[in-house]
């Protein structure tokens, strides 16, 4: 007897997810991942100017902000062979830095935390209890005094008095999974709240060179911002005195707060190490914030984090990594409601068309696998030399693990020992979550010790040249131009490939990580990561179907972008036929 | 500077209002106005034709009533406008989700998914409640482009707006489709005001609005028990009611004639004005200047990079490409350039524009311009692109102020 379960909307992620499942008893059985939402932007890129690509690309996600404007002009600046100066790509990267490190954090304390805590819980809690909690715990956080639990404390319990429970309605609040004690649960509250603060601080860093964020502003050939140490406009000592300040906050609240959280909370959840796999293969091209225009073996720019190198690893086998091949990568569309013009079932992403062809039922629905087509989300399928593959912290810290980049080893093998588990079983519900604590660790450290290091050494040498601007007039561009560029963002390997014909775009694609990990199933009826994780070995525990609290956890592990993951591009230029407004 | 949470700590709002020391003479006075948004029930909905209720009645009823309800819908978009909220250094977003607000249904933020936060929702719409929205409405492929619990965002919207107090459109998304409404539109995306026609919406706009903004004007919501006056697009003046030109601390090497040619030269450095690379601050109104983006550290002119003029209509369509100059207008290019690319542009008379030196070194640069692109055209003759005089002239062109105005736009708190 199998019982069919709908999550939609899956909520504290990016955009719009909905998960089917079928469950035997406990367990789950099937399961389908379905993106419900389409907005068709790089289409609208086509025929504009290359130049201002980035401002329309970016708009695809303002959760990961800025990684698709970067990844833009990098592939812009391919094609039409800008170089722009070391000073404006370290300032990309710190960019980028700040922009991972912001990302994680509000993933783990907003959109995921509360699988595991019990906020109501906290009203109940003796603030001195959650004091001594987090220090036991070894969290150095200035927020862990008893003025501000018992204030937390009161706040929650207000909010559960007044019977208007805002953001916490409807939550599984007596789900009898939730297993941390009232002081720990009051203690992240209260670091959910700090963690908001944080958050708004630190971004500054971007706002800085962008000038706002969500959203900030980049240029072909380098940054608009200009710097000099001796002009009162300009990026000066004044504007590089508060960025230290900032990642001095960023290294502080990471150290301090996030990742003993992270460890503690996961420690009272260790079956999540044994649940939720995906598959065995991971894909990355370096560390966070690792970018390159072009093939990565052959690209012109240099990236921060030049220990690690691209690679995959398959089958788990970490003792070889083999070498990135960007022409293994496919799409399929065996689930996805486009066609390909000649039948195809996958073409790679240089020769990418998508073609919407909703085949689903006219919305109200109550269910949507298993029609005539296989077709049911939005999402295409990429795949690597056939594989489904991983993308994301976990890939690029299992990267880093594999070829000895030491502090992410010495992160990793301590928290493998501190919970007895072998590095296999990173690949898991709670090993994900993990990984992007390590990896928030690290960039967090990279950025302080050598990105923002380097750029104000470069300033004292005198290095203020920004921009390139022997390529910003179309007609220093070659007729027609193709360029790519991968970078490492927050939620995984993000590329954006452009062809520009007579000074304009002609084609335009981006492979973003989401769309590798909740794409559905390949023409073989393989499924896609967040299918594996949850049907793959059919002992994924769903206790309650109208609580489906276990699955939560494990597709908020991968922090889930449903508007990164749909993307379009139809290379033949022709409008989709869609009646508009 | 570290948050205090100093919530909703009493059951209702008389209590909270007692502890808090408000008299209730002034409560009754703060009622008056009250009616509209608040959750009153049927007879107390602020439409013309509802019965009358005295201050007295609403204040019994508000005192024993609860912290307004709130659906924050988010339909097709990128989540940039929360995330923008999310980094509101004035009224915070824990604030708003914590004590101002009962935030029953967002999506980005809430603790329940499926079903039970489809009931959350369904409850919530149910009764009187403030119905912000984020995204725009994809009205291609029968609704298919966006569906949340399976039901299209058309139908989503109308469902949430039904019993709606208070509308609220943030983002460009929300106000006028932004990106996925650019040209060809694959997915036929519109505003939010193209679906409720009924009832007035206020329209945040920007891609994305200034978390300030978007907190400033739930909360103006809040204070003046009213919706905020607005201009013709709908947009609250505290915040809309100026062009980025009018504020803008480079306006001076404009009128002066000193602008960037190349990004990153001597100019760019100085600060100069970045009219000649493409900005569309003459022709946006938003508060950016005054404001200034993520706690005051910068904004897009200050940290060198021409406004792309968000917070306008279509402005991935009109305002493209962005490092084109603002096109010939009626006007521009003669002796009166500095005043007809400032108020001149939307149609208002300038009261006080001095005539500058650089107004010639302005022509002069502007003469030098070769071509400008098809697109650009369409602001320039349109009957569309800025509203005409007339259309903007209920909201605040009356008063057109001269560009250098010393009243600011309401702050955030």
């Known amino acids: 007897m199998s019982e069919r379960v709908v999550i939609d909307p899956l909520t504290r992620i990016e955009g719009h997810l909905r998960i089917e499942l079928e469950t035997d008893g406990s367990a789950i059985s099937k399961a389908w991942s379905e993106t419900t939402q389409f907005r068709g932007i790089e289409t609208i890129v086509q025929g504009r100017d290359p130049r201002d690509a980035w401002a329309f690309v970016q708009r695809i996600c303002g959760v990961c902000t800025s990684v698709h404007a970067i990844a833009s002009i990098n592939a812009v600046e391919n094609a039409i062979g800008s170089n722009p100066p070391e000073q404006a790509r370290l300032i990309r990267d710190m ?87 009232p002081e720990a649960n009051l203690m992240a509250v209260a670091h959910y709240l700090d963690a908001l603060e944080f958050q708004r601080s630190m971004i500054r860093i971007g706002t800085v060179f962008g000038g706002k964020n969500p959203h900030p502003n980049f240029l072909v050939g380098g940054m608009a911002c200009t710097i000099d140490p001796d002009k009162s406009e300009s990026i000066n000592q004044v504007q590089v005195d508060q960025i230290a300040d900032w990642i001095a906050e960023t290294t502080e609240f990471v150290h301090a707060c996030y990742l003993p959280d992270a460890l503690a909370i996961l420690g009272v959840y260790p079956d999540y190490f044994e649940i939720g796999a995906a598959q065995p293969n991971y894909l990355a091209v370096g560390m966070s914030g690792a970018t390159f225009a072009g093939a990565p073996s052959a690209s012109r720019l240099t990236t921060p984090f030049t220990q690690v190198k691209p690679g995959v690893i398959l089958d788990g086998d970490l003792s070889t990594v083999h070498d990135f091949d960007p022409s293994k990568i496919a799409e399929y569309v065996s689930s996805a409601w486009y066609t390909y013009p000649d039948g195809e079932v996958a073409l790679a992403p240089d020769k990418g068309v998508t073609d919407p062809a ?65 590095l296999d079983k990173l690949n898991s ?35 203020i040249d920004v921009f390139d601007s022997s390529r910003w007039e179309p007609s220093s561009w070659p007729a027609e131009a193709s360029g790519f560029s991968f970078v490492e963002v927050a939620r995984g390997n993000l590329s954006h490939w452009v062809t520009i014909k007579d000074g304009k775009v002609d084609k335009y694609q981006a492979v973003v990580p989401t769309t590798w990990l909740a794409g559905g199933r390949d023409d073989t009826g393989a499924q896609g990561p967040y299918e594996e994780s949850l049907a793959g070995n059919g002992k994924h525990p769903l206790v309650n179907p109208a609580q489906p609290l276990e699955p939560l956890r494990t597709i908020h592990s991968f922090d889930p972008c449903m508007s990164c993951a749909v993307h379009v591009l139809d290379v033949e230029g022709t409008e989709l036929g869609i009646a508009t407004s | 500077m570290s948050y205090e949470p100093n919530g909703w700590q009493e059951p209702t709002l008389g209590e909270n209002l007692a502890r808090a020391g408000i008299k209730r003479r002034d409560f009754l006075k703060f009622c008056g106005g009250l009616a ?105 492929a029968g609704g298919a482009y966006c569906t949340i619990g399976g039901k299209s965002a058309e139908q989503v919207l109308r469902e949430s707006a039904e019993k709606a107090t208070a509308i609220l459109a943030v983002g460009a998304c929300a106000v006028w489709g932004s990106v996925q409404a650019s040209k060809p539109n694959p997915t036929g995306a519109v ?66 004639g000193q602008f960037v040619r190349t990004f990153d030269d001597e100019g760019a450095r100085n600060g100069w004005c970045l009219y000649e690379m493409g900005c569309k601050g003459p022709s946006t109104f938003s508060a950016c200047p005054v404001i200034q983006w993520n706690l005051h550290t910068s904004w897009p002119i200050g940290a060198g990079h021409p406004c792309i003029g968000c917070t306008e209509k279509q402005f991935f369509d009109r305002f493209t490409p962005f ?51 098809p697109p650009l055209r369409a602001f320039g003759d349109s009957t569309v692109w800025l509203p005409t005089p007339t259309s903007r002239r209920p909201a605040h062109v009356d008063d057109a102020p001269a560009p250098k105005t010393t009243d600011e736009p309401g702050k955030a708190e």
Request: hydrophobic fraction near 40%; charged fraction near 20%.
């Open chain 1, 95 to 181: 960019v980028l830095a700040s922009q991972a490190v912001q990302d994680h954090v509000i993933h783990f304390y907003h959109l995921h935390a509360m699988d595991w805590v019990n906020v109501p819980s906290a009203a109940t809690a003796d603030p001195q209890a959650a004091v001594d909690f987090a220090k036991k715990i070894g969290s150095t956080w200035k927020g862990n005094t008893l003025e501000r639990m018992t204030a937390v404390r009161d706040t929650v319990k207000g909010i559960l008095d007044s019977g208007q429970l805002t953001i916490f309605t409807g939550g599984y609040w007596d789900h009898p999974d939730y297993r941390l004690p």
């Open chain 1, 358 to 422: 909703y085949t689903g039922p006219t919305p109200p629905f109550t269910w949507l696998a298993g029609a005539d087509d296989g077709k049911y989300t939005w999402c295409k399928a990429p795949r690597y030399d056939g594989h489904a593959m991983q993308v994301g912290p976990l890939a690029r810290v299992l990267l880093a693990y594999a070829q000895g980049h030491a502090r992410t080893k010495e992160l990793v093998d301590g928290a493998a020992t501190r919970y007895g588990i072998s």
């Open chain 1, 429 to 463: 519900t709670a090993g994900r979550t993990l990984a992007r604590a390590v990896e928030c660790v690290t960039s967090a450290e990279m950025l302080a010790d050598s990105t923002f290091p380097t750029f104000v050494a470069n300033l004292k040498k005198g290095d």
């Open chain 2, 36 to 140: 509209a948004v608040f959750a009153l029930g049927n007879q107390a909905t602020g439409t013309a034709h509802a019965a009358p209720v005295t201050a007295e009645q609403i204040a019994d009823k508000l005192s024993a009533l609860t912290k307004p309800n709130v659906v924050w819908l988010q339909l097709q978009e990128c989540t940039g406008c929360m995330e923008s909220t999310l980094r509101s250094g004035g009224t915070t977003v824990e604030e708003i989700v914590l004590n101002l607000l009962s935030v029953n249904y967002n999506e980005l933020v809430m603790a329940a998914s499926g079903d039970a936060a489809n009931k959350a929702l369904d409850d919530t719409n149910a009764e009187p409640h403030i119905l912000v929205v984020n995204g725009s409405i994809p009205l291609g």
């Open chain 2, 191 to 256: 505003g939010v005001d193209e679906i409720i026609t009924d009832r007035p919406v206020i329209n945040v706009s920007g891609c994305p609005p200034i978390g300030e903004v978007i907190t400033a004007t739930v909360a103006y919501v809040l204070t003046h028990g009213d919706l905020p006056k607005t201009d013709a697009e709908g947009r609250p003046l505290f915040a809309y009611d100026q062009r980025i030109h009018d504020s803008c601390p480079r306006r001076a090497h404009f009128d002066a």
């Open chain 2, 323 to 373: 490092y084109q100059t603002l096109p010939d207008v009626t006007g521009f290019g003669i002796e009166a350039t500095a005043q007809e690319v400032g108020w001149g542009l939307v149609g208002a008379t300038v009261a006080a524009v001095g005539v500058h030196a650089g107004v010639t070194a302005a022509r002069r640069a502007s003469a030098t311009r070769t071509k400008v692109d």
